[in-house]
């Protein structure tokens, strides 16, 4: 926290200042006559304090025999969480080799300027806002239009630059040739409708091609990872792994800036990796017996699959609802025996205290974060004449 408030421009910013953006209350400040969003800095100190509480604390059962049976309460952010993405990402790699007859992958990078127009740094959970939002209604749409095969679906994956400001990935998983080119328009429609983006960071003409936002590779599990001048991609779920933050690694152990970055993904609810409807379904083909979610897995032995720690949460305090239909070894029997807490003295046990998460809506104060809109020019092919100073 000491090494983020000194090194870090943006660490006093609010997290937001958009009108009505949603918030969790303890990322929040004020109550009835409004609310605003803490900093940066209070919020990754909140994050850390909520995760640090979660490493301690395990859901308590009794079975039908009366016996202890403990859970643990995981969220999205634990190593095991990583898991799950890579598990996904390997069933929908199956599913490609087996369904598509001429698998490419295609990762796409979207950013933009951390910069807001008095030339400070931006809110955090706006610029990625800024980011994100465009890729629904003008980058998938630039993608359908520009893509000429019969089939693609996709990835999105959130993810943080060294300054902890977001960005995001997008890899398109295509049955049949296609080339770099065929991806330009999706990344002019970003420049286009992303305010905040610049060309300089989206050149799809750049002479070095790992700074280009545009990577191809066809997907071939028989592909030598070690050969020269191969553009194939032999392990399709390390390969976007990759691109998801520290993969099986403690939270703490990680970077600042990740650490800031996944505070910012807390206090908005932001998920760090989608898939598209297809993708899904490919998905549930693979594993459908997937005992996992959005909101973390669970314990498979002894509970249905998809049940989340919320839901035997809120089963527990909703006289309509049983515990039991969300556990494995009988319809009855099963009881919550509230939540366990370690430490240095032991285990000790805490009623269920309240459900879900809280979320607020903040008043806007959008004159702390002036725009700074960028030209949305195509990237230029280089030539005699160009100006390569920025480069």
Not at 107 to 132: E, F
Not at 295 to 315: C, L, M
Request: hydrophobic share 30%.
């Amino acid at each position: 926290m000491d090494d983020f408030i000194a090194d870090h421009d943006g660490s006093h910013r609010p997290v937001s200042v958009v009108e009505s953006t949603t918030l969790r209350e303890d990322a929040s400040l004020g109550a009835d006559d409004g609310h605003r969003s803490k900093s940066w800095s209070a919020v990754l100190r909140e994050f850390l304090g909520w995760y640090n509480d979660y490493r301690w604390m395990h859901l308590r059962f009794r079975d039908p025999d009366g016996d202890l049976v403990r859970a643990p309460m995981l969220n999205s952010h634990t190593p095991a969480y990583g898991d799950i993405y890579y598990a996904k990402l390997k069933a929908l790699e199956r599913q490609v080799l087996q369904k598509f007859e001429n698998p490419h992958v295609v990762m796409l990078t979207l950013t933009g300027s951390t910069k807001n127009g008095a030339g400070g740094p931006r809110c955090p959970a706006d610029h990625l806002r800024d980011v994100v939002d465009p890729f629904e209604n003008n980058v998938r749409p630039a993608l359908h239009r520009s893509l000429d095969v019969d089939r693609w679906e996709y990835a999105k994956v959130i993810e943080h630059h060294n300054s902890g400001y977001g960005h995001m990935h997008v890899a398109v998983f295509v049955d049949g040739e296609v080339s770099e080119a065929d991806f330009r328009p999706a990344i002019d429609a970003h420049l286009k409708h992303c305010d905040i983006a610049h060309r300089d960071a989206h050149d799809y003409h750049h002479p070095e091609e790992d700074r280009r936002p545009i990577s191809v590779n066809r997907v071939d599990p028989d592909v030598d990872p070690n050969a020269d001048d191969v553009a194939a991609v032999s392990n399709l779920g390390s390969y976007i792994a990759e691109y998801i933050g520290s993969y099986g690694e403690e939270l703490f152990d990680r970077s600042l800036a990740e650490l800031a970055f996944r505070s910012v993904c807390w206090a908005t609810g932001t998920q760090r990796v989608t898939f598209s409807t297809g993708s899904r379904e490919l998905i549930d083909a693979e594993l459908p017996d997937d005992e996992t979610s959005d909101d973390g897995p669970v314990e498979p032995s002894h509970f249905a699959p998809g049940t989340t720690a919320e839901d035997i949460e809120k089963a527990a305090t909703d006289p309509d609802r049983s515990v039991s239909k969300h556990l494995q070894g009988g319809p009855d029997g099963w009881s919550l025996d509230g939540v366990g807490v370690v430490d240095e003295r032991g285990e000790s046990r805490h009623d269920v205290e309240n459900v879900g998460v809280s979320y607020v809506q903040i008043d806007g104060a959008e004159h702390l974060d002036p725009p700074n809109p960028q030209p949305p020019d195509r990237p230029r092919r280089r030539t005699a004449d160009t100006d390569l100073s920025h480069y």
